[in-house]
């Protein structure tokens, strides 16, 4: 593996999955894999459980690790090619990811969308040159379109709790928007979308997304799942339920109107096959998700951010095996 951007990059989910749980179980058995490597991890936004799992799991792989937050710390950085540079911009990505690409073996980017232009954004411009001019493996930490690392864990999770059923009953996952003050991405749900789009090709789920009218996800990234306007409904028989919210596809960007109803909280839960319910973290408590849910005993949030780890440290081994 020399990119990891998407579940494109998986020969096989459950084949993945399990190795991540391998992991889990031994931490340090592949450590002489990372000797005298280096992890590099670019941050163009903030990170709680992406820096510190990826961080983390690169240790346990015996590696060293530089971290640089380069919306900060670094020079104001020009992707446009054929432009004189006599604006704000310093430096040339050409050049800033190509120097990256002298220090490290393998670097993980994060950069979020700017949520004002749909091709812009979906174009993937700055994540691709980055990967075009560091000339080493990268790991996606998170781009505009998507968040790989973030979706493998989710999916770590569900595999693991799932108590397969004598007939054979895959577990129905829903994906359930949920009301937020401001405009988000759509990477998380995109990401969650597509992975849960692939597992169900290979047999492991059932997919159900709900989402109020307006808030479509793009096309490419939902093929094969269920599309319900009615929560309740969605949830009826949901073994787990994932909560994020995101701006709007089709007018992008833009937080619009939407009936009351789509918090997710007890009464909610009593839709389902008493669900798990899921969330990708930081979470807006008695907003996007009850408080009763979070405290309670149907939460996997924090099994699910312990899980970052596990599918970072699967991902990097796979990268580190290219190395040798």
Not at 209 to 229: C, D, R, V
């Given at each position: 593996m020399k990119l990891f951007t998407s579940v494109h990059d998986v020969k096989s989910i459950k084949q993945f999955v399990k190795d991540a749980l391998e992991l889990k179980a031994n931490p340090y058995a592949h450590q002489a894999l990372g000797k005298n490597k280096t992890l590099g991890l670019v941050f163009m936004n903030p990170s709680l459980r992406t820096r510190l799992s990826t961080q983390k799991a690169a240790l346990n792989l015996g590696m060293n690790v530089m971290v640089m937050n380069l919306d900060k710390e670094g020079w104001a950085l020009e992707t446009q090619d054929g432009v004189v540079m006599n604006g704000s911009t310093v430096e040339h990505i050409r050049e800033a990811a190509a120097v990256m690409g002298q220090y490290c073996d393998i670097l993980g980017l994060r950069s979020f969308p700017k949520l004002n232009n749909r091709e812009e954004d979906y174009s993937e411009d700055f994540f691709n040159k980055f990967v075009k001019y560091c000339a080493v493996?990268?790991?996606?930490?998170?781009?505009?379109?998507?968040?790989?690392?973030?979706?493998?864990?989710?999916?770590?999770?569900?595999?693991?709790?799932?108590?397969?059923?004598?007939?054979?009953?895959?577990?129905?996952v829903v994906l359930a928007w949920a009301p937020h003050v401001k405009a988000l991405p759509q990477a998380v749900p995109n990401s969650f979308a597509e992975w849960m789009c692939k597992a169900k090709e290979e047999e492991l789920i059932d997919f159900t997304?709900?989402?109020?009218?307006?808030?479509?996800?793009?096309?490419?990234?939902?093929?094969?799942?269920?599309?319900?306007?009615n929560l309740d409904e969605a949830l009826a028989g949901a073994d787990y339920v994932y909560v994020k919210n995101w701006s709007s596809y089709k007018d992008y960007g833009?937080?619009?109107?939407?009936?009351?109803?789509?918090?997710?909280n007890n009464d909610k839960l009593k839709f389902t096959n008493d669900a798990k319910v899921m969330h990708c973290l930081p979470v807006r408590r008695d907003l996007e998700l009850s408080s009763e849910i979070l405290d309670g005993p149907n939460s996997l949030v924090i099994h699910e951010a312990g899980n970052r780890l596990w599918a970072a440290q699967a991902v990097i081994k796979a990268m580190l095996e290219e190395l040798k």
């Open positions: 493996p990268v790991v996606s930490l998170e781009s505009a379109t998507r968040h790989p690392l973030q979706s493998f864990a989710d999916i770590i999770t569900i595999y693991e709790t799932w108590t397969k059923k004598p007939d054979g009953t895959k577990p129905k997304i709900a989402h109020p009218a307006g808030y479509e996800l793009a096309e490419q990234f939902i093929t094969g799942a269920t599309i319900e306007h833009k937080v619009l109107n939407y009936p009351d109803g789509w918090m997710m």
